[in-house]
């Protein structure tokens, strides 16, 4: 493992992380399904949470039905609703796109001051300049607002995901502990998964939280690491083999749906 001249994590805690790495000495970006399937209403997958679960102890996605937020830490699986709410997810819910790893972070650093989410996404970018990595990353603290947006369920026939976010519930969570998980995938990777960066929140009292469209941390810990392997898992049921995964306005459609 390397670690940044920034870290400051204590002695016994990064010789937890040297013997995780240990064990998972290859970081592995998994996920089922396409996002650009998800875009096109594939709403439905037989991947159960119990199943993600052994790719990984940390991710995001969502839930059949496109059903809430999902978001995943410590092995722990949690659904974002609509309603703004969160409760801890049942292993046999199923999902039609999850994006999970065995987190491994290589670099750490603290704020004890408020810093903006393009500040945070410009240290991350600073220690692993090329686009052409994935990257994980996950803060825990005191955010002074974090502004999320949570899918409602949708119910066949099932419309695409553009159509589908007109009627977004939007909500804003002041001056709130809690825990983001998000990834930063390359440009390359658009429409398999989200290009640039993707990140769900959920509040240190486990019951509220959704997709994050911005926030600003007053004071916390910032820990990440790049992932250079991806696993795919392709559905093979009529609704994907029949969905077009490559419309002509893939980019800005995503661009739309998760921005």
């Known amino acids: 493992m390397h670690h940044s001249s920034e870290c400051t994590c204590e002695e016994s805690l990064c010789e937890t992380l040297r013997s995780f790495s240990a064990q998972h000495p290859e970081s592995v970006l998994y996920q089922n399904s396409l996002m650009s399937a998800l875009l096109s209403g594939v709403y439905e997958g037989t991947t159960t949470i119990a199943d993600l679960l052994t790719h990984g102890d940390f991710g995001l996605g969502t839930f059949n039905e496109l059903d809430g937020e999902l978001i995943a830490f410590n092995s722990e699986v949690y659904q974002l609703r609509a309603d703004g709410s969160a409760r801890a997810a049942r292993p046999d819910q199923k999902s039609p796109f999850a994006v999970m790893t065995w987190f491994t972070p290589q670099y750490r650093k603290t704020f004890d001051h408020p810093v903006s989410r393009q500040q945070l996404h410009a240290i991350v970018d600073a220690q ?19 502004h999320t947006r949570t ?71 910032l820990v990440f690491g790049e992932i250079h392997k991806v696993l795919i898992d392709l559905p093979v049921d009529s609704a994907f083999l029949q969905a077009d995964l490559h419309p002509a306005n893939l980019d800005a459609a995503i661009r739309a749906v998760e921005n």
């Open 151 to 221: 899918v409602p369920r949708q119910t066949p026939p099932y419309r695409a995901m553009t159509d589908v976010l007109d009627y977004q519930p939007v909500f804003r969570f002041h001056q709130r502990k809690g825990t983001l998980v998000g990834f930063r995938s390359p440009q390359h990777m658009q429409g398999i998964n989200v290009a640039g960066y993707h990140e769900h929140f959920i509040t240190d009292d486990r019951q509220g939280g959704g997709h994050l469209l911005d926030y600003q941390l007053d004071h916390g810990e």
């Open 128 to 146: 692993i300049p090329s686009d052409n990595l994935f990257c994980a990353l996950r803060i825990d603290g005191h955010f002074r607002h974090a």
